[in-house]
């Protein structure tokens, strides 16, 4: 059974910083790219980071790079997501994302910025 779970969210305060984790199994997490989306009630989802197989060339969306740093480790199966800097606008349902020939996703974690 595949299995992606997202952990970590949760309330911050603008500025503040959040670790998100995702734990995977029922495949071999080695040779999967992994993502992370998030999204918004009434919003499409939108993509975030992403880091390739080996994790050696990292992609981030406009809107969060300089503040969020995607990683994994193997071993552990897992992804990470260090958000630094939080914002308002990163307030969303964050999710994990696996792919190789298929597509794999988490159940989400939800992120709240807010005063």
């Known amino acids: 059974q595949v299995q992606l779970v997202e952990s970590g969210g949760g309330l911050v305060q603008p500025g503040g910083s959040l670790r998100l984790s995702c734990a995977a199994s029922?495949?071999?997490?080695?040779?999967?790219?992994m993502y992370w989306f998030r999204q918004t009630p009434g919003k499409e989802r939108e993509f975030v980071a992403l880091i390739p197989t080996d994790g050696g060339i990292t992609n981030y969306a406009d809107s969060v790079k300089g503040r969020f740093t995607i990683s994994r480790d193997d071993v552990k199966a897992t992804v990470y997501l260090q958000m630094n800097s939080l914002k308002p606008e990163d307030t969303a349902v964050y999710y994990c994302?696996?792919?190789?020939?298929?597509?794999?996703w988490g159940q989400g974690t939800q992120v709240t910025v807010s005063s």
């Open positions: 029922g495949f071999t997490f080695s040779t999967y790219s």
């Open positions: 994302r696996a792919t190789r020939l298929w597509t794999y």
